[in-house]
Each structure stands twice: as structure tokens, then as C-alpha cells.
T-cell receptor, first 113, second 114 residues
């Protein structure tokens, strides 16, 4: 099976812009979670989608949003970008059970100038 | 609020040595503790996980041990190799979220010298 894929791999944006990141989960996986990884804060949970519904949400401002499509593919959007949004954004998928293994994609490196 | 404390932050061992990384948690939705390994430029990959009712799990050179009363779990890497040099993260299911949300430790950067 193909792994989790994320596009694009690298992005450079300027403050105030918005960005959309895409994630294609492993075939058959219905749960997609998004994480932000930074050197200072480590891996922080953004949100999880399951069957097109947001199932869990982390402690991020409303500028961070996401959605999931009927084929389980997911997108996350960040509006009004700030310098502090520069990070590696990781997507992880799993079948859907609480203790099912999460498989991570390679991430999208976002740089905000 | 769920917190997972991981130590040490960095670890340097010689080839053939034992690497030990520790994690402590406050609360967990249930007893499922995965360890992830991350190489530069890559996403984290599941290394090994321990599930309920098991106090130790071994896979090759990697062993997880779990002390429920102390709320601690640890990763042991036996016969450490230079190829093991990576960042390791422990995680625990956050309470009140059906367990789907993992809280990660801060990470341990392991360097194995040849």
C-alpha cells in the first residue's frame, strides 16, 4: 500500500496570506489527523477528521481549519499567516479505532516571511 | 491537561551500547503507548507500541517497559547502531478524546557514535 502523501512538500508564504495543505491517507484509512511540529513546541495536535467530521480539536486559533472529503483525503487551511506559523505540518492517518496505529506522512514545510 | 514528560532531551551512546529513553504521563485515556522514530526530513514512523495488560514488549533490539503504578514507560535500544541515530518520541492517548488524540513527549535526539 502507498503511504500517506502530502502536498506540497515545501511552501513559502508571506505574512497575511493564506495557505492550503493537502493530505492523502493510506487506502482504507478513514481517520486523518494534523500536527504542527516546531523545534520549540514539538509535535502539537491540530485536529482529527473521521468520516468527514471533525472528531477532535487541539488548542489552535480559528485561523487553522480543516476538512475531509468523502474519499478520506483531507485539507487544512491557515488564514492570515503569521511568522510563528512557520513549521512542519504533518498529516497522519489510521483506520479509525482509538488505538489503531497512526501513520505519518513526510510533512509540508511551511515558511512564513 | 495531559502532559507527557520525556527524558533525556539528547543522548549520545557508543555503538553497541544501550540507549534508554524515559517517559512519564499524568493521565491517559487507556494504556496504549507508542514510540515513534523520526529521521531528518521525514515524518515520524511507528517504532514499537505497548498495549493494555502488557508490562513489556520486545521487538528485535527495541524493548518497551511499562510501569502503570508509576505512570512511566521507557524505550530500551540494545546494541545501538549508528543507523539508530534519530529523534524518538513517546506518546500517550489524551483523556477525554476517545483516545484518538495523541499527546507527544518533547523528543529525544539520539546519536550513536561508531
Amino acid at each position: 500500500k502507498a503511504g500517506v502523501t502530502q502536498t506540497p512538500r515545501y511552501l513559502i508564504k508571506t505574512r497575511g496570506q493564506q495557505v492550503t495543505l493537502s493530505c492523502s491517507p493510506i487506502s482504507g484509512h478513514r481517520s486523518v489527523s494534523w500536527y504542527q511540529q516546531t523545534p520549540g513546541q514539538g509535535l502539537q495536535f491540530l485536529f482529527e477528521y473521521f468520516s468527514e467530521t471533525q472528531r477532535n480539536k487541539g488548542n489552535f486559533p480559528g485561523r487553522f481549519s480543516g476538512r475531509q472529503f468523502s474519499n478520506s483525503r483531507s485539507e487544512m487551511n491557515v488564514s492570515t499567516l503569521e511568522l510563528g506559523d512557520s513549521a512542519l505540518y504533518l498529516c497522519a492517518s489510521k483506520y479509525g479505532g482509538a488505538s489503531d496505529t497512526q501513520y505519518f506522512g513526510p510533512g509540508t514545510r511551511l515558511t512564513v516571511l | 491537561q495531559q502532559q507527557v514528560k520525556q527524558s533525556p532531551q539528547s543522548l549520545i551512546v557508543q555503538k553497541g551500547g544501550i540507549s534508554i529513553i524515559n517517559c512519564a504521563y499524568e493521565n491517559t485515556a487507556f494504556d496504549y503507548f507508542p514510540w515513534y522514530q523520526q529521521f531528518p526530513g521525514k515524518g515520524p514512523a511507528l517504532l514499537i507500541a505497548i498495549r493494555p495488560d502488557v508490562s513489556e514488549k520486545k521487538e528485535g533490539r527495541f524493548t518497551i517497559s511499562f510501569n502503570k503504578s508509576a505512570k512511566q514507560f521507557s524505550l530500551h535500544i540494545m546494541d545501538s547502531q549508528p543507523g539508530d541515530s534519530a529523534t524518538y518520541f513517546c506518546a500517550a492517548p489524551r483523556p477525554g478524546t476517545s483516545g484518538s488524540r495523541l499527546t507527544f513527549g518533547e523528543g529525544t535526539q539520539l546519536t550513536v557514535n561508531p
